[in-house]
């Protein structure tokens, strides 16, 4: 009687096991799509992109869109900009957030320890 409750654990613990990998791999799947979306629709011409059903396979046009990006879009501007605010806001927040440490390591307030 001994080895039966021993053999009830083995299976639940796999199952437990089972079930955390395959959610593990559902969600990096939900992470990974929108990349794959991305890269993938990159390679479409804008009439294949509005089709339906949509494509899930590299198209053709990827060169053609490289160059039109450059051609009609400001993108050294845009990603300077962007460059520019992630510099702001990281400066930003690591100044609050040392005086919020200097708050936290100084003055005794209730709840501290």
Same mark, same amino acid.
């Given at each position: 009687?001994?080895?039966? *409750? +021993?053999? /009830?654990?083995? !299976?639940?613990?796999?199952?437990?096991?089972?079930?955390? #990998? &395959? @959610?593990?791999?559902?969600?990096?799947?939900?992470?990974?799509?929108?990349?794959?979306?991305?890269?993938?629709? /990159?390679? +479409?011409?804008?009439? %294949?992109?509005? /089709?339906?059903?949509?494509?899930?396979?590299? *198209? /053709? #046009?990827?060169? %053609?869109?490289?160059?039109? &990006?450059? =051609?009609?879009? =400001?993108?050294? *501007? @845009?990603?300077?900009?962007? &460059? &520019?605010?992630?510099?702001?806001?990281?400066?930003?927040?690591?100044?609050? =957030?040392?005086?919020?440490?200097?708050?936290?390591? !100084?003055?005794?307030?209730?709840?501290?320890?």
């Amino acid at each position: 009687m001994k080895g039966a *409750g +021993h053999t /009830s654990t083995i !299976k639940g613990s796999r199952r437990r096991g089972i079930s955390l #990998h &395959l @959610s593990l791999i559902i969600g990096l799947l939900l992470s990974v799509f929108p990349f794959y979306w991305a890269v993938i629709m /990159s390679t +479409h011409s804008s009439t %294949e992109i509005f /089709s339906y059903p949509p494509k899930l396979l590299p *198209g /053709s #046009h990827f060169l %053609e869109n490289v160059r039109n &990006l450059f =051609d009609n879009v =400001d993108f050294f *501007g @845009s990603m300077f900009n962007s &460059l &520019l605010v992630a510099c702001s806001v990281t400066v930003l927040v690591l100044f609050f =957030d040392s005086l919020a440490a200097f708050v936290f390591a !100084k003055f005794q307030f209730p709840g501290r320890r």
